[in-house]
Nanobody, 122 residues
Framework: QVQLVESGGGLVQAGDSLRLSCAAS????????MGWFRQAPGKEREFVSS????????YYTDSVKGRFTIARDNAKNTVYLQMNSLKLEDSAVYYC???????????????WGQGTQVTVSS
């Protein structure tokens, strides 16, 4: 079965950096677009970033452009989210997700990890 396991979250100060990792198993990782989402308390889950199956195309929500970088290593079945210049408003649970269909950048994200907490303090 599909498994997505996030790691790398923690408590940091504003301006610091963190790198999240998502280890994937149970499917052919290199065939799927992967994404990162986040959910802050009392808010809806929101899209953060995604990366195409080969890694050539990346997408970001406006609030993280220039600060976050998504990457993947298909040999390691892992997708990363490098987060720099963290702000208080970046505090949330971050989730890794997989699209429902291979070689698709429009299918819904239908598989999710358990999430990793990122807390940014002043």
């Amino acid at each position: 079965q599909v498994q997505l396991v996030e790691s790398g979250g923690g408590l940091v100060q504003a301006g610091d950096s963190l790198r999240l990792s998502c280890a994937a198993s149970g499917f052919t990782f290199q065939f799927y677009m992967m994404g990162w989402f986040r959910q802050a308390p009392g808010k809806e889950r929101e899209f953060v970033s995604s990366i195409s199956w080969g890694g050539r195309r990346t997408y970001y929500t406006d609030s993280v452009k220039g600060r976050f970088t998504i990457a993947r290593d298909n040999a390691k079945n892992t997708v990363y989210l490098q987060m720099n210049s963290l702000k208080l408003e970046d505090s949330a649970v971050y989730y890794c997700a997989r699209r429902a269909a291979i070689y698709s950048d429009s299918a819904p994200f239908d598989s999710w990890g358990q999430g990793t907490q990122v807390t940014v303090s002043s």
